[in-house]
């Protein structure tokens, strides 16, 4: 299963509401702006820091602009899942420095309740 997808799925199992673009982004809303809205919307920002995305944020796309939104948001927790912390302080010292947690540590559903718990607060 998708990483992204199954965190998704367990945060929903807690009763997180969580803005998803697979889920969220309609056919023919412009993608841009709907991720702006769900940022707007959103208590805390997570951000699934996998390989894939560390390859994607040196281009400076859609996902730079996003995490760019996101670091100046105060409730950002980075999950680090399938790297390290090393490897996204190459790419981004800033969300590196944010506490996050890593499924190198605890399973994706430990890491989903923590963030559950997180958000109830």
């Known amino acids: ?8 799925d367990l945060l929903e199992a807690r009763g997180v509401r969580v803005w998803f673009s697979e889920k969220d982004l309609g056919l023919g809303v412009p993608m841009m702006r709907a991720i702006d809205k769900g940022l707007v ?27 760019s939104a996101l670091l100046r948001r105060e409730r950002l927790v980075p999950v680090v899942h399938g790297t390290t912390y090393e490897e996204l302080e190459k790419v ?3 969300l590196a420095s944010r506490a996050g947690l890593s499924t190198a540590e605890e399973s994706m ?3 989903a309740a923590k963030l559950a718990e997180l958000v109830a607060v």
């Open 109 to 111: 559903a430990d890491v």
């Open 1 to 8: 299963m998708d990483s992204a997808k199954e965190l998704h």
């Open 41 to 67: 919307n959103s208590r805390v920002g997570i951000v699934l820091v996998t390989p894939a995305m560390l390859r994607r944020l040196p281009a400076e796309g859609v996902a730079d602009k996003e995490l």
């Open 92 to 94: 981004s010292l800033l």
